[in-house]
């Protein structure tokens, strides 16, 4: 039986009518076309469908849209304000920290996360978070200079995008 999910994504309140067991990746992805979350391994295990729910990292493809309810989810569509990209997607981009880009999105979400929480984190911290994450091109040392200039941008520009 369908029900009504009123949530906030990416800034704009939206009343979903489905069934409350569908997955937040799948609602993103076939109800409103925001597919920069991607479905890895439906397990929790891979990072690649991760979205910011009230600014926390959470992993969409196990979080059922019910779970949503009157949250405020953050995609990596979300992150821009406008065409000015977020600190983080420049980082990304600034240290070539993507080679076929399906883990990215997640990524990047996940470095936010990070940032969110601890807004200098060193770099055990990083490596941590990080390794929460899976990218199947190895990526992983550009990874981390991405979020370590990211982070640094924030710090120089007093902590915020």
Do not use: W
Request: include cysteine; glycine fraction near 10%; aromatic fraction near 4%.
């Amino acid at each position: 039986m369908d029900a009504t999910i009123s949530t906030t994504i990416n800034g704009k309140a939206h009343r979903l009518i489905t069934d409350p067991k569908r997955s937040l990746l799948e609602v993103l992805r076939e109800d409103l076309q925001l597919t920069g979350a991607k479905y890895g391994c439906g397990e929790t295990r891979c990072g690649a469908c991760s979205v910011l729910i009230d600014g926390k990292r959470a992993f969409s493809c196990t979080t059922h849209i019910s779970a949503v309810e009157g949250k405020r989810i953050t995609t990596i569509e979300g992150l821009c304000e406008g065409e000015q990209l977020h600190s983080m997607q420049q980082a990304f981009l600034d240290e070539g920290a993507y080679q076929c880009g399906y883990c990215t999105g997640g990524m990047i979400i996940n470095a936010v996360a990070l940032l969110n929480e601890h807004p200098h984190p060193n770099n055990e911290q990083i490596v941590e978070q990080m390794n929460t994450n899976l990218c199947r091109c190895c990526g992983y040392a550009k990874i981390i200079k991405a979020v370590e200039r990211a982070a640094n941008a924030s710090q120089a520009a007093g902590g915020g995008k």
